[in-house]
């Protein structure tokens, strides 16, 4: 077997994976869940809004724009963070390190919606780090730069973080936002979002 039809192989491998994989929407569960116990969060002056998912996910992509529209219209005690999680799947480990990759270098803001258009709507299988890599470059990373970025301590130890993170939150499913460390929702309800992050500002000014 050549280069050329081992490349072809991945790509195909990866499209599959990325379509066989089940989004774990979080239709079936209740609207809003209390978090048992209470998670810190980083800053506790700040309403904290974590977003769980991954770009293998074709619900995390298709909330992106509404996600990304809904966090331009927060407040300035509303901080959002995304969590890329793996749910111990090889095929979603390199996009978790992507995404880290790309916040060292400082190219996530320019690029994280590329990397969903790049899977799930051209097909590019980003689950291969050659692919990633010439991907980035591609889009004007710094090659060097991010290849060290990838391959870090650093972000390997994001990604555990981020898997043990989603354990403690008990997340089942992707895309899913925590309030706060209290609350748990899913994507079709940012309308819960807002009112929950109200009621923690109402409760913060106490």
């Known amino acids: 077997m050549n280069l050329n039809r081992r490349d072809a192989v991945r790509v195909l491998i990866g499209g599959a ?9 979080q239709d079936s569960r209740p609207e ?13 002056g700040k309403i904290e809004v974590l977003e769980f998912f991954s770009y293998g996910c074709p619900h995390c992509a298709e ?10 219209k927060q407040g300035p005690d509303v901080v ?9 799947r090889a095929a979603w480990v390199n996009l978790a390190r ?22 799930h709507v051209e097909r590019i299988n ?13 889009k004007g990373v710094d090659p060097k730069k991010f290849n060290e970025a990838f391959n870090s301590f650093g972000v390997q130890s994001r990604v555990k973080r981020g898997d043990q993170m989603a354990q403690t939150y008990r997340i089942q499913g992707v895309p899913a936002l925590a309030i706060d460390g209290r609350y748990l929702i899913g994507e079709r309800h940012l309308a819960n979002a807002d009112r929950l ?5 109402s409760q913060k000014k106490k």
């Open 63 to 72: 909330f992106y724009a509404p996600l990304s529209a809904w966090v331009a």
């Open 80 to 88: 959002v963070r995304k969590v890329p999680i793996t749910f111990g």
């Open 126 to 138: 980003l689950f291969d780090e050659k692919t990633v890599n010439e991907w980035a470059a591609k």
């Open 197 to 201: 992050i109200a009621q923690v500002r």
């Open 17 to 25: 994976l990325a379509a066989s994989l089940p989004a774990l929407a």
């Open 98 to 119: 992507l995404y880290y990759a790309l916040e060292i270098t400082g190219d996530i803001a320019k690029l994280d919606g590329e990397v969903f258009k790049a899977i």
């Open 32 to 44: 809003v869940i209390t978090i048992e116990p209470p998670q810190p969060t980083d800053n506790p």
